[in-house]
């Protein structure tokens, strides 16, 4: 059994913004596994598929900062070890549409993969990172990540998402190194 976690902020407030792509691929994995519909669970929006096993996908409603709690209760009830964990989120310090796929290690500045880490208890949980850019230098970093993707970024996120979705399949199917070897570094700019 393996979780899939989507990190976003919810409310039609946030929708469509850098900070919520990991939702946007994670509701990408559910349409590719043929999940059944989302249903409100563990303080989040939840939905289970069958591919390689049972593959359940979560989408936490606690705001981005806080998602470690509604990973926590869905990886308790389940008794899931976070191994079987895989977060997916953006990243400011990876170029727009790119992937990076890592098995473990620090939450480089994200702060919701931080909290699922603290509340997980180890940084030996997967995270599938999509690159969103750095803010150009006159903007906040904070409005830059809950604004939205300009029309020339949109092509190159949905791709990103759609490529982001298919790295989660294999990672159930194919594991962690099957993941990185075919993924990391991809964009659609990149010709990969």
Request: with cysteine; proline share 4%; hydrophobic share 40%.
């Amino acid at each position: 059994m393996k979780l899939v976690v989507g990190l976003g902020n919810p409310g039609r407030k946030y929708e469509q913004t850098r900070h919520n792509v990991g939702f946007v691929a994670v509701e990408k994995v559910a349409a590719l596994a043929g999940a059944t519909p989302s249903k409100t669970r563990f303080q989040g929006e939840f939905a289970e598929a069958s591919v390689g096993g049972k593959l359940l996908m979560l989408w936490p409603q606690t705001y981005m900062n806080a998602s470690g709690r509604s990973v926590r209760e869905a990886c308790d009830f389940y008794k899931i070890s976070a191994e079987n964990v895989v977060v997916v989120c953006d990243d400011m310090n990876l170029a727009s549409g790119r992937l990076r796929f890592r098995g473990s290690g620090s939450a480089g500045g994200q702060n919701g993969l931080a909290d699922v880490i603290r509340l997980l208890g180890t940084d030996q949980v997967a995270r599938l990172r999509i690159g969103i850019g750095r803010p150009p230098t006159e903007w906040n970093p904070a409005d830059y990540v809950l604004g939205k993707f300009s029309k020339g970024e949109q092509a190159e996120m949905e791709f990103a998402t759609e490529q982001a979705a298919k790295a989660v399949m294999d990672w159930s199917l194919h594991g962690p190194d099957y993941v990185m070897n075919h993924y990391n570094g991809q964009s659609k700019s990149s010709g990969e």
